[in-house]
């Protein structure tokens, strides 16, 4: 991998598929520490995933997944009962958040979690690695 | 750590891509959760969960009434009193609410209203013609021989002459253009 940031002015002196990335923003003034290091390989992944709008479609069939299978429901249900017991004016999105985070993400159907993780590493073999 | 437990076993090419594909994953679902939690968030902040609650309560009704329809054990058949409508109430043949007539002041039936109101504007025209403004208009009208004997150049017309061909439609004094709108 080349020891150029990936977002440099050109990437021609970039191997192979890296050169397809589309950015070629000049680095941004503000000096924020994080502009030194190299982009991780996750970031990486994120941009092309985003780009090529392969995110936005895994995000739809998860979300379909999840609805399909009373997820979405029982986060709801979740939801209502906090918000009864502390009161609907005190409720922040935050407090929500919490609420459904650890049950949210430990209740996800092995199905629907192996679908896509089949098909976020169906799109990394052919974006990437 | 996981990573290296997997490294043992799995090529770092795998490891590596799965270890990705699991972040990715985790990224979507919390995004995915955020959004329900800003829905909720909404809900709860605009005070719609009375309105659902309400919405669903006026399904669950309908459907009961539309099962009631089709259940066959119902009495479908007039039979004097004891029709029942589909949220299984029966009313009464003539309709009993009383309330006051707003052309004489008097309490009437509202199953009566109708042959009241003919006798009621019809009397009462007779005084009322001396005073209305376009008298032509009425002198017209009166002169082409409809079955009312006395006309107002209002509205009552029309709807009187409805009235006693036995329409049970409700008149007022109020329409000014003298158009009724045809059952």
């Known amino acids: 991998m080349s020891t150029k940031p990936l977002f440099h002015k050109t990437n021609k002196s970039l191997p192979g598929k890296f050169r397809r990335a589309s950015i070629k923003r000049p680095p941004t003034p503000d000096a924020e520490e994080e502009q030194d290091r190299e982009p991780t390989l996750q970031e990486i992944i994120n941009i092309k995933l985003i780009e090529s709008g392969e995110k936005e479609k ?7 997944r999840l609805i399909e299978c009373g997820w979405r429901d029982e986060m709801k249900t979740l939801c209502r009962a906090f918000t009864r017991k502390k009161g609907r004016e005190n409720v922040t999105v935050d407090d929500l958040v919490h609420v459904i985070t650890p049950k949210g993400r430990a209740s996800v159907p092995d199905s629907v979690k192996a679908e896509l993780l089949q098909r976020i590493r169906a799109f990394l073999q052919t974006a990437a690695l | 750590n996981m990573f290296f437990v997997m490294l043992v076993i799995f090529p770092m090419s795998i490891v590596v891509c799965v270890q990705l594909a699991l972040h990715v994953f985790g990224d979507l679902l919390d995004s995915i959760i955020v959004d329900v939690a800003s829905e909720c968030h909404r809900i709860a902040r605009l005070g719609l969960e009375r309105k659902l609650d309400e919405e669903e309560e006026e399904l669950r009704l309908s459907a009961q009434a539309r099962a009631r329809i089709a259940d066959p054990s119902n009495n479908v058949e007039a039979n004097g009193k004891y029709v029942v409508d589909i949220f ?13 007539c707003m052309n004489c002041g008097r309490s009437i039936m509202a199953g009566r209203f109708a042959p009241h109101l003919e006798k009621c504007m019809g009397k009462g025209r007779k005084a009322r013609l001396k005073a ?16 009312v004997s006395t006309y107002s150049p209002y509205s ?6 409805r009235l006693s061909n036995g329409n049970p439609r409700v008149a007022t004094g109020e329409c000014s253009n003298g158009t009724v709108e045809e059952p």
């Open chain 1, 58 to 64: 895994l995000k739809e069939l998860l979300r379909e």
């Open chain 2, 88 to 100: 299984g109430q029966t009313h009464p043949p003539v309709a009993n609410e009383i309330f006051d």
């Open chain 2, 132 to 147: 209305t403004r376009s008298s032509t208009a009425a002198q017209n009208r009166y002169s082409r021989g409809s079955p």
């Open chain 2, 156 to 161: 009552s017309t029309a709807s009187i002459n």
